[in-house]
T-cell receptor, first 115, second 112 residues
């Protein structure tokens, strides 16, 4: 069965500092991988995805993530945090093929950005 | 293109009642998935529909059901509501199975 672990339920950074949100997955075969962001009282917005090809994936708002098969990781980074990045971030996986419509989410990481 | 829309946005129901939530996908999207979000359990998959057929189902009791119409719009129904059903219910649409999902704003259900 697939699972996702996000290390750290809460991460706090200063404005302008590096953002690093960690995600590890468990899957018998390489899955599709996603990062979503959720602002208060809103739905989830897709930041980026990895399906095949280049392992470094660039997303919206300056975020990127690298798929490392050997480490079963898909960590999210942003070189310089903005106040507007404060939100909850979710890593998710889905299987390839017939189970592809089912997203398995991590527990989420709340990002705080200090001025 | 308009995004995923969900109605109603907020709902208050009493234990034992039933509720129907509605989701309109992005134009051209044929897959709709539903998720429940609670502080304790996080985001959990409920079910997925494609071309009016349920393709996948999560680990929820039979009180939770759904359907999809020929125009890809979807509804989910929860019967005999329990306090623990209080949650944010999110609908997501995608062009097809296995493709990236785009989420609506959710319906906040409170059961008293």
């Amino acid at each position: 069965a697939q699972s996702v672990t996000q290390l750290g339920s809460h991460v706090s950074v200063s404005e302008g500092a590096l953002v690093l949100l960690r995600c590890n997955y468990s899957s018998s075969v390489p899955p599709y991988l996603f990062w979503y962001v959720q602002y208060p009282n809103q739905g989830l917005q897709l930041l980026l995805k990895y399906t095949t090809g280049a392992t470094l994936v660039k997303g919206i708002n300056g975020f990127e993530a690298e798929f490392k098969k050997s480490e079963t990781s898909f960590h999210l980074t942003k070189p310089s945090a903005h106040m507007s990045d404060a939100a909850e971030y979710f890593c998710a996986v889905s299987a390839r093929g017939n189970q592809g419509g089912k997203l398995i989410f991590g527990q989420g990481t709340e990002l705080s950005v200090k001025p | 293109k308009a995004g995923v829309t969900q109605t109603p946005r907020y709902l208050i129901k009493t234990r034992g009642q039933q509720v129907t939530l509605s989701c309109s996908p992005i134009s051209g999207h044929r897959s709709v998935s539903w998720y429940q979000q609670t502080p304790g359990q996080g985001l959990q998959f409920l079910f997925e529909y494609f071309s009016e057929t349920q393709r996948n189902k999560g680990n929820f009791p039979g009180r939770f059901s759904g359907r999809q119409f020929s125009n890809s719009r979807s509804e989910m129904n929860v019967s005999t509501l329990e306090l623990g059903d209080s949650a944010l219910y999110l609908c997501a649409s995608s062009p097809g199975p296995g493709q990236e999902q785009y989420f609506g704003p959710g319906t906040r259900l409170t059961v008293t």
